[in-house]
Structures are given as structure tokens and as C-alpha cells.
């Protein structure tokens, strides 16, 4: 069985500009959830999704953040325009219930520069 | 809120040495713990974890055991081996919870082990 795969491993960027981040959870897993690491602090918890529905938006930093997850298979992460603050490590992770253990991804290192 | 404190690193070590990493929370009810591991170049990965409290999770040779006393959930390894250098985090989630079922974690530890 796959896990978690995310797309791209590296990403540097010029503040301002616009980012993409992709997260293909593991197949059969309806509850999505993006996390991130920022300047090697505690990894905290951005959105969750069941199915294509966004159940917690919570941890959205701001507006310059979009995530969405059509047809609730992959999901994206869109940053736009990027900031230096958003530099970090983006993981995300999925889980066949929501009270289930949850997998993680490699995570994306996302520089802003 | 919810949250996780653990100790900071690096905690360097030499081979075979024993290691404690202290982690303690602070949350309403009664959270799951976690352990999670990640290894240079990999992701997280699910170490241990306790679900209630005096449960002791277990794996690798690695353990913890939730103390609701003491709202802590100490990591320890009697012999720490050179591939056991990597960040570990500590994390609590409250499941069956309308407030979510995301994981809060601590700020990682950093553990490095030298032959």
C-alpha cells in the first residue's frame, strides 16, 4: 500500500509569488489533514478535510491560504502571494477515520526568499 | 487550549547510553498521546502511543507511559543505538471530540547519537 506521497519535496520562491503545494493521501482515506513547521517550532495544525469537505479550517493562518481537495482524492495547498513568514515544512497527513491514526507525508520545505 | 511542551534539544548521546525525553500537556479531558518519529530525509512516523491513563506504549525498545497525575508522557530507551538520532515529537489528540480530532504537538527534540 502507498503512503502519504507529497509533491513538490523543495520549494523556493521569491516572496510575492505563487505556490502550489500537492498531498496525495492514501488510497480509502477519507479525512485529510494539513499541518506545518515553521523556524523549527512545534508543527501545528493548518486545516482538515473529510472527504471534499473542509471540517476544520481552524489553523488557517491567513487568506493568502487556499486548500482544496476536489472530488476528495488529492489536495492542494495554494499560497499566494507568498510571505517570508510562510517559509516552513508543510506535512500532510490522512487517516481512514477521523479517530484513527493518522499518516504523514514526507512534507514539502517550502523557502521564501 | 491544548498544548504539548517537551524538552529542547539537541540531546547528544553516546551509543548504548540511556535516554529520557520529558514531555508533559496540558488539556481538558482525557486526550490519546503520541510518540512520533522523524528520521533524516523521511517523514513522521508513529512511534508509540497511550490511550488512557497508565497505559504504557511500546516500540523499538522505546516506551512511555501516560501519567494523568503528573500530565506527562516521558519517552525513554534503556540503549539508544546510532540509527535512533532523529526528531521526535510529542502529540495529543482528543478523538470523539466536536472540537476536532487534529493532533497539537511539542516543539520536537532533536536526538543525536555518536558511536
Keep these: ?20 503545494l500537492r498531498c496525495d493521501p492514501i488510497s480509502g482515506h477519507d479525512n485529510l489533514y494539513w499541518y506545518r513547521r515553521v523556524m523549527g517550532k512545534e508543527i501545528k495544525f ?28 488529492y489536495s ?22 477521523s479517530g484513527r491514526e493518522q499518516y504523514f507525508g514526507p512534507g514539502t520545505r517550502l523557502t521564501v526568499t | 487550549g491544548n498544548s504539548v511542551t517537551q524538552m529542547e534539544g539537541p540531546v547528544t548521546l553516546s551509543e548504548e547510553a540511556f535516554l529520557t525525553i520529558n514531555c508533559t500537556y496540558t488539556a481538558t479531558g482525557y486526550p490519546s498521546l503520541f510518540w512520533y518519529v522523524q528520521y533524516p530525509g523521511e517523514g513522521l512516523q508513529l512511534l508509540l502511543k497511550a490511550t488512557k491513563a497508565d497505559d504504557k506504549g511500546s516500540n523499538k525498545g ?12 516521558h519517552l525513554e530507551k534503556g540503549s539508544v543505538q546510532v540509527s535512533d538520532s532523529a526528531v521526535y515529537f510529542c502529540a495529543l489528540i482528543h478523538l470523539n471530540n466536536n472540537a476536532g480530532n487534529m493532533l497539537t504537538f511539542g516543539g520536537g527534540t532533536r536526538l543525536m547519537v555518536k558511536p
Excluded at chain 1, 4 to 15: D, G
Excluded at chain 1, 76 to 97: I, N, R
Design chain 2, 62 to 73: 522505546f516506551e512511555a507511559t501516560y501519567r494523568k497525575e503528573t500530565t506527562s508522557f
Design chain 1, 76 to 97: 492542494t495547498l495554494k499560497v499566494q502571494p507568498a510571505e517570508l513568514e510562510d517559509s516552513g515544512v508543510y506535512f500532510c497527513a490522512s487517516s481512514q477515520d
Design chain 1, 46 to 73: 493548518l486545516l482538515h478535510f473529510v472527504k471534499e469537505s473542509k471540517q476544520d479550517e481552524s489553523g488557517m493562518p491567513n487568506n493568502r491560504f487556499l486548500a482544496e481537495r476536489t472530488g476528495g482524492t
Design chain 1, 1 to 20: 500500500e502507498a503512503g502519504v506521497t507529497q509533491f513538490p519535496s523543495h520549494s523556493v520562491i521569491e516572496k510575492g509569488q505563487t505556490v502550489t
